[in-house]
């Protein structure tokens, strides 16, 4: 497998995550429309390499024909943050550091 990744296939992935996140279990044709994939190869290779790659622990329940994921790994999504959004973020982790004094270098290093 390639080590660099198309900005598509990034897409493609976050949409896919983001989807998984936002839901306990999804079916094989729902997580499909959401990557928008045209076959069903290319739905399995982005599974291992979200699997392999990232350490995604995505599991297939062949019981309920579900699939659920236990933990992002390493992946992070793709996101798309406004300026008073990042401001309200930036002020957030003043207050924690303030108030959550265990947490002020995170807070810091973020």
């Known amino acids: 497998m390639p080590k660099d990744m198309t900005s598509i296939r990034h897409d493609r992935l976050s949409r896919i995550m983001a989807f998984l996140q936002s839901r306990a ?4 044709d729902e997580i499909f429309a959401v990557g928008e994939y045209k076959s069903n190869r290319t739905f399995q290779n982005d599974l291992c390499y979200l699997r392999g790659i990232y350490g995604a622990n995505i599991k297939y329940d062949p019981h309920e024909k579900l699939y659920f994921m236990e933990s992002a790994g390493t992946f992070y999504l ?3 943050i406004t300026k008073p959004e990042i401001t309200a973020l930036t ?3 003043s207050m924690a550091a303030h108030f ?4 002020e270098d995170s807070a810091k290093t973020l």
């Open 25 to 28: 279990r999804a079916s094989h």
């Open 78 to 80: 793709n996101l798309k």
């Open 91 to 93: 002020a957030g982790l």
């Open 100 to 103: 959550l004094p265990h947490l």
